[in-house]
């Protein structure tokens, strides 16, 4: 289910289709790793979600900490909410707590060297 082009992923399955698929593609991806009763991460929710809508080459994925236990310690993730971003399914950077400002910076600034890296990858043949 999507919010904005914030894919949630509530199924340990759902989740390593969703990686993959961004790992096949190419693509990186932000994830926030939330939870029901975390008020911060209500109000940080939607700040998530436009970025999505401002950054579609990137891959936004939701996961909620007590409904995919294993996945958010598969991540390290101690506190919600936790946004990691993953490159070729490596954790290339995080913004811990509802940090607007670091948030959007982080995404853009990833945003932009995913481009600058992509504009400079030889073409194949």
């Given at each position: 289910?999507?919010?904005?082009?914030?894919?949630?992923?509530?199924?340990?399955?759902?989740?390593?289709?969703?990686?993959?698929?961004?790992?096949?593609?190419?693509?990186?991806?932000?994830?926030?790793?939330?939870?029901?009763?975390?008020?911060?991460?209500?109000?940080?929710?939607?700040?998530?979600?436009?970025?999505?809508?401002?950054?579609?080459?990137?891959?936004f994925l939701k996961v909620d900490v007590d409904e995919?236990?294993?996945?958010?310690?598969?991540?390290?993730?101690?506190?919600?909410?936790?946004?990691?971003?993953?490159?070729?399914?490596?954790?290339?950077?995080?913004?811990?707590?509802?940090?607007?400002?670091?948030?959007?910076?982080?995404?853009?600034?990833?945003?932009?060297?995913?481009?600058?890296?992509?504009?400079?990858?030889?073409?194949?043949?």
């Amino acid at each position: 289910m999507a919010e904005g082009n914030v894919f949630a992923c509530h199924s340990t399955e759902g989740w390593r289709s969703k990686l993959q698929e961004a790992i096949d593609t190419k693509r990186l991806v932000a994830v926030d790793f939330t939870a029901t009763w975390c008020g911060p991460c209500r109000v940080i929710g939607p700040v998530f979600v436009e970025l999505s809508k401002k950054f579609p080459e990137i891959f936004f994925l939701k996961v909620d900490v007590d409904e995919l236990r294993d996945v958010a310690q598969e991540w390290d993730v101690e506190a919600m909410p936790t946004f990691i971003f993953i490159k070729d399914g490596k954790a290339v950077d995080k913004v811990v707590g509802a940090k607007k400002d670091d948030l959007e910076r982080k995404v853009a600034a990833l945003a932009a060297a995913a481009t600058t890296t992509e504009a400079t990858l030889p073409a194949q043949a």
